[in-house]
């Protein structure tokens, strides 16, 4: 099984504590290279914290995991998982949170990550319910575009939600958190089931053992739509209730809907994960071009998205 060939937490702090020394010390950072300040985040196995590095003076956000806490629940892999999926994404796109190194001590792992100056977009959404339309289309091309290179990459996030869409001082979106990540080996395009936050969670992951990329346009689904209406498009009192929705695919527009809007949403919650809008390998009629060249996008110069200012929030 999966389980055996992973290798154990041991032997993955030991190859890193091999690399760290292989490095030399001189080259070394540690927490001494930056002043802490405000937590910025928490997860169950990690919090983020804001950090300066000391001699530039420059911000980042600090990931900083507990190596007893991830060795004690077996997730360590997790950890892994992530540091492998940002360095595939390298520096390559605006619209990711960039890794600038990762170092640890005796207790502690750190990733040196992009400081996204205006916080989460959770946050927006709680204080000014939903977005504009102008808005709600231009964080969904920017979150497009950044799914498309993200995907070039073989990497696919697994939990897309507005508390994982960061806002950066020009209040361009970046896309964080990729602990539920997963780098697809080459040519293969499934990966294990992992269950997401439940209302941006794809039937298929309900349901099968599998999810692949075509999971990150059901969770872009559920995002637009959330921009849009100001509220979740799949809701039950329950998480489980929430599940039964997804699975029958139950849910509505409110009054007023913009119609371009619409129906890209109903071309990305399809129960058939293939069959999504964006999905399909490149030069098929459903591929990201697809996607891209949808009516609601009309108004997107895709070749200036991360160089025009943003549409005011509101
Ligand atoms: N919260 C979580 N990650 C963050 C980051 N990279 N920048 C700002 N706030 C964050």
Redesign the pocket.
């Known amino acids: 099984s999966l389980e055996n060939k992973r290798p154990s937490d041991a032997q993955i702090l030991a190859q890193a504590r091999a690399r760290s020394k292989s490095r030399g010390r001189l080259s070394m950072t540690t927490t001494d290279d930056f002043k802490f300040g405000t937590t910025?985040?928490e997860g169950s196995y990690s919090t983020?914290q804001k950090a300066t590095h000391v001699i530039t003076g420059q911000p980042y956000?600090i990931k900083i995991l507990e190596k007893s806490h991830l060795i004690r629940n077996n997730k360590m892999h997790t950890a892994i998982a992530e540091r492998n999926a940002l360095a595939a994404l390298g520096a390559g796109h605006p619209g990711i949170?960039r890794l600038h190194s990762t170092f640890q001590d005796e207790w502690r792992l750190y990733f040196v990550?992009?400081?996204?100056r205006n916080?989460?977009m959770k946050t927006i959404l709680n204080k000014i319910g939903s977005l504009s339309l102008p808005c709600a289309r231009y964080y969904a091309a920017q979150l497009v575009d950044t799914i498309d290179y993200m995907h070039s990459k073989g990497v696919i996030h697994r939990d897309l939600k507005p508390e994982n869409l960061?806002l950066d001082d020009s209040y361009r979106t970046k896309i964080?958190d990729f602990g539920t990540g997963k780098v697809l080996e080459t040519g293969v395009d499934r990966a294990q089931t992992w269950v997401g936050t439940a209302q941006y969670i794809a039937p298929e992951l309900l349901e099968a053992k599998e999810t692949s990329k075509s999971s990150d346009f059901w969770a872009l689904g559920c995002i637009i739509y959330q921009f849009i209406a100001g509220r979740f498009a799949f809701q039950g009192l329950s998480d489980f209730l929430t599940w039964q929705k997804i699975k029958k695919l139950e849910y509505t527009f409110p009054e007023g809907f913009d119609n371009e809007a619409k129906d890209l949403i109903q071309k990305l919650l399809v129960r058939e994960p293939t069959e999504r809008l964006g999905v399909g390998s490149p030069g098929s009629e459903n591929d990201i071009d697809a996607l891209k060249g949808h009516s609601f996008f009309k108004p997107i110069s895709w070749d200036k998205l991360w160089v025009d200012p943003p549409p005011p929030l509101e």
């Open positions: 910025l985040g983020v956000a949170v990550l992009d400081f996204a916080g989460e960061l964080c």
